[in-house]
């Protein structure tokens, strides 16, 4: 990851604190609106989208993760069981399911000062943050979906860490 000093040091427009981070890590970035950025980040299992939005009325910054997972009506029940394992164990943002469309994601809301500023160093936690849960759960959701496991199994079979190298 990039070190936080590569970056512009100082508080900023959420939107643009965002940019800069993107920008200085390489990874292709557009501004949807004035409150809005969309970007694409490469993580261990998958290319993920990252979108932000500045909710400027209640200096709230959503950050939504998506690993370009869609569940098909069947596999539903399955999945959402598993979320519930899943957000028993993260301890910032949660993952969802949306209703229309399937779409699996990774959401967080980052609450700001009055000022509604952002800091480098939360808009890297937060990225990182959410890179790295979807990354860590990524083959639980294909387990279910591609491997039929239960969701228990499917948690436990993505939980094991690898020992040494291969």
């Known amino acids: 990851m990039t070190d936080q000093r590569e970056i512009?040091?100082?508080?900023?427009?959420?939107?643009?604190?965002?940019?800069?981070l993107f920008?200085?890590?390489?990874?292709?970035?557009?501004?949807?609106?004035d409150e809005e950025?969309?970007?694409?980040?490469?993580?261990?299992?998958?290319?993920?989208q990252l979108r932000a939005i500045w909710r400027t009325e209640d200096n709230v910054l959503q950050l939504l993760c998506l690993p370009d997972i869609r569940v098909p009506d069947d596999k539903r029940p399955g999945v959402f069981e598993v979320l519930t394992l899943i957000n028993e164990q993260v301890w910032l943002g949660h993952f969802d399911l949306w209703s229309n469309g399937g779409v699996l994601l990774y959401r967080h809301g980052l609450m700001l000062g009055d000022d509604g500023l952002l800091t480098i160093a939360q808009a890297q936690a937060v990225i990182e943050a959410a890179i790295d849960e979807c990354d860590r759960f990524y083959p639980?959701?294909?387990?279910?979906?591609?491997?039929?496991?239960?969701?228990?199994?499917?948690?436990?079979?993505?939980?094991?860490?690898?020992?040494?190298?291969?």
């Open 8 to 20: 512009e040091d100082g508080d900023g427009a959420p939107v643009d604190v965002l940019a800069s």
């Open 23 to 33: 920008d200085a890590r390489g990874w292709d970035y557009e501004f949807v609106s």
């Open 37 to 48: 950025i969309l970007g694409e980040v490469q993580g261990s299992w998958a290319s993920y």
């Open 140 to 166: 639980a959701f294909q387990f279910i979906l591609w491997g039929d496991k239960t969701p228990a199994e499917a948690l436990a079979s993505a939980m094991v860490d690898a020992q040494g190298e291969a």
